[in-house]
T-cell receptor
């Protein structure tokens, strides 16, 4: 079967750094995407890793290790507006296979 | 620059009925994917349309069907509705390229089956 595992909930303090992990097992793999979804909103694209290593986009960074079937999203200088659900998704043969999402709770 | 639009925003149907949801992709995009998202879950891939053909399909029964028009807009049809079909239905568009990793989502249609 195909599966992605990520923590259901993570809590952090405003201004801190948080890491959201994702492990995957899929039959096809072109890359790992990360999406953000606020309550009641649509998912929005954050980042994508096709190759091993770190990709940085402003306060957000994403890492991939293909040999370990593992990736993570790193959020720095957390702001209250970052409170949302974060999904990892595998790009596999014209479809995205999604994890169940990690709810990020930020405390002041 | 118009983003992805979906209609209707909310819909209430009865078991056994049929429903049609509509999606217009972001300007410049030609590929449309449909997802079902249950409360508290990640989106589940239903199918993707490109060049008016279903290019890939997820693990959904034949009650779920779709169509893409020459202007790239798309419809999702669900027949013989079940209570379990109640969910948020998301449409996402992307540009040609063979990869699906960066998709732009519409606001979704909230379907309630009673």
């Amino acid at each position: 079967g195909q599966s992605l595992e990520q923590p259901s909930e993570v809590t952090a303090v405003e201004g801190a750094i948080v890491q959201i992990n994702c492990t995957y097992q899929t039959s096809g793999f072109y890359g790992l995407s990360w999406y953000q979804q606020h309550d009641g909103g649509a998912p929005t694209f954050l980042s994508y890793n096709a190759l091993d290593g770190l990709e940085e986009t402003g306060r957000f960074s994403s890492f991939l290790s293909r040999s370990d079937s593992y990736g993570y999203l790193l959020l720095q200088e957390l702001q209250m507006k970052d409170s949302a659900s974060y999904f990892c998704a595998v790009d596999s043969n014209y479809q995205l296979i999604w994890g169940a999402g990690t709810k990020l709770i930020i405390k002041p | 620059d118009a983003g992805v639009t979906q209609s209707p925003t909310h819909l209430i149907k009865t078991r056994g009925q049929q429903v049609t949801l509509r999606c217009s992709p972001k300007s410049g995009h030609d590929t449309v994917s449909w997802y079902q998202q249950a409360l508290g879950q990640g989106p589940q891939f239903i199918f993707q349309y490109y060049e008016e053909e279903e290019r890939q399909r997820g693990n959904f029964p034949d009650r779920f069907s779709g169509h893409q028009f020459p202007n790239y807009s798309s419809e999702l049809n669900v027949n013989a509705l079940l209570l379990g079909d109640s969910a948020l239905y998301l449409c996402a568009s992307s540009s040609t390229g063979g990869t699906s990793y960066e998709q732009y989502f519409g606001p979704g249609t909230r379907l309630t089956v009673t």
